[in-house]
């Protein structure tokens, strides 16, 4: 047997067994060249420390998740866990190139609201907009949803989600708890659920208003490690 995959086992029981934060680091930089050859590959994409940060991150989760009764090397069992890792940089990647068409689209989505405010005296129907804009309804309806997301961190006086951010939103979703989807998707109506007020929010999933903020706040760190991620150096 590899002494080095030996020595990998040997420091990932023993950290299993304390859960000692001194334990885990041993055993992060044991596993630093793996983290270190993944955040190689994508670094001259986006935020190196942003990255890194990440990996470590994901070299947790694959500590929680491993299993050596499978057969598998930590190692490898790690490797494939920091694939996930090319989705933020895709994510980045498309934002960026998406950037300039999605500024013209709510400059004309915005324009086209207080036109028909101003001529008609009231706000305008989604028919009115769609018409306007000459969009389906699909489109209309698409575009209004994601419009939505970055109220999330509005109402709760966070920093906001820039909305030509919609790809690294997708991503911070997918990563959340099941819990924080759910406080995720209704408070904003992501993938169309209802839109929910704190009360309704806290009485459906049984939480109270401390547990909900708290949930909140930890969703809305996500998002600023995301947007640090992509503006950093």
Known sequence: MNPLKTTDLELWRQWKK???PADLQRLLTQMNPILMREVNKWAPSMSRSYL?????????EAF?????????ALSTHIASRLVK???????TQNTARLSETKNLLFHSYHT??????????????NEELADHLGWSPKKLESFQRQSQRKEFV?????PEVDDAEDHLVDYIYHDLTPLQKQIFEHSTGYLGKQKLSGDALMKQL????????????????AVTRAKAGKHGG
């Open 18 to 20: 304390t859960r000692a």
């Open 154 to 158: 509005e109402s709760e006086d966070h």
């Open 52 to 60: 890194e940060g990440e990996a470590k991150r994901l070299a947790v």
């Open 64 to 72: 929680e998740t491993y299993d050596p009764n499978f057969g598998a």
């Open 85 to 91: 890792l090319s989705r933020v940089v895709y994510a």
């Open 112 to 125: 086209a609201t207080h036109d028909l405010r101003d001529r008609h005296g009231r706000e305008a129907t």
């Open 206 to 221: 049984g939480i109270t208003q401390g547990q909900l903020s708290y949930q909140k706040t930890l969703i809305v760190q």
